[in-house]
């Protein structure tokens, strides 16, 4: 686990624990402040995660020549459209949340709304963690692959 910190940025980790001490607070003391506060941390988290998916899922980055050289062939193009329908169905829910106020004016300052999206937070933040650790393993045993079976040929 210790191993697999690396992967994640100042801004995820600092979000993620305000964001978890924000929703303790609102649900114990309710008030507007953390609310707001809660509202505002949602989209620092969802940045925070995007750095992220910058950083760990560039396409091309295997650096796996032959294969990347080719955009069908390309070892990280699949995750990469992955991550990215990832992030545009949490940005679209977060939208929708925020265009619903219109019509739900207490949807904001629901218990429910607020825990849900907290925990939509965290599974998105999971399943991106997944891919990309996946991903790196899967290019690292193809890069290992590829190197001895170089050393084998000399």
């Known amino acids: 686990m210790r191993n697999n910190l690396r992967y994640f940025n100042a801004v995820q980790i600092i979000s993620n624990i305000i964001l978890l001490i ?49 955009w069908n062939e390309n070892l990280t193009r699949k995750t990469s459209e992955k991550l990215m329908f990832l992030l545009v169905a949490f940005a679209l829910i977060y939208l929708a949340l925020l265009f619903m106020e219109y019509f739900i004016p207490q949807i904001r300052t629901s218990y429910y709304t607020i825990i849900g999206l907290y ?34 040929v000399k």
């Open 22 to 70: 924000t929703i303790v607070l609102f649900v114990i003391f309710n008030t507007n402040f953390l609310n707001n506060l809660y509202w505002t941390l949602i989209p620092v988290t969802f940045l925070g995660n995007l750095a992220y998916i910058g950083k760990w899922s560039k396409e091309g980055m295997s650096w796996y020549k032959e294969k990347d050289s080719s």
């Open 119 to 152: 925990l939509l937070t965290i599974a998105f933040e999971y399943y991106i963690f997944r891919i990309v650790i996946k991903t790196d393993k899967n290019i690292k045993s193809l890069i290992d692959e590829e190197m001895n079976r170089k050393e084998r």
